[in-house]
């Protein structure tokens, strides 16, 4: 089992920043590909960016400029740091990871940006 933690959430204005750790445990051997997904209210979850192993970097229109990926490979965490947050930012983040032909989630992370 693989088993993805979320943290770092919370409410924000408008212009301020917040930076999401996703942690993984359990059987996860050497992941390659971690990414970060978004699911706002009453609307379908989209992809935010992700990062492999080797560090390389892609992120969706929406993210490009304000927010950036990171990881820590011997930590097995990876990072979401946003900057310039607005209302529309507003959602429920999350973790994923495909290994062992699975995906995995984690339970996610609020994050709220007022107006």
């Known amino acids: 089992q693989v088993q993805l933690v979320e943290s770092g959430g919370g409410l924000v204005q408008a212009g301020g920043s917040l930076r999401l750790s996703c942690a993984a445990s359990?059987?996860?051997?050497?992941?390659?590909?971690m990414a970060w997904y978004r699911q706002a209210p009453g609307e379908q979850r989209e992809w935010v960016g992700g990062?492999?192993?080797?560090?390389?970097?892609k992120y969706a229109d929406a993210a490009k400029g304000r927010f950036t990926i990171s990881r820590d490979n011997a930590k097995n965490t990876v990072y979401l740091q946003m900057n310039s947050l607005n209302p529309e930012d507003t959602a429920v983040y999350y973790c994923?990871?495909?290994?062992?032909?699975?995906?995995?989630w984690g339970k996610g992370t609020l994050v709220t940006v007022s107006s």
């Open positions: 994923y990871t495909p290994l062992y032909g699975k995906g995995y």
């Open positions: 359990g059987s996860i051997g050497s992941i390659n590909v």
């Open positions: 990062i492999t192993s080797g560090g390389n970097l």
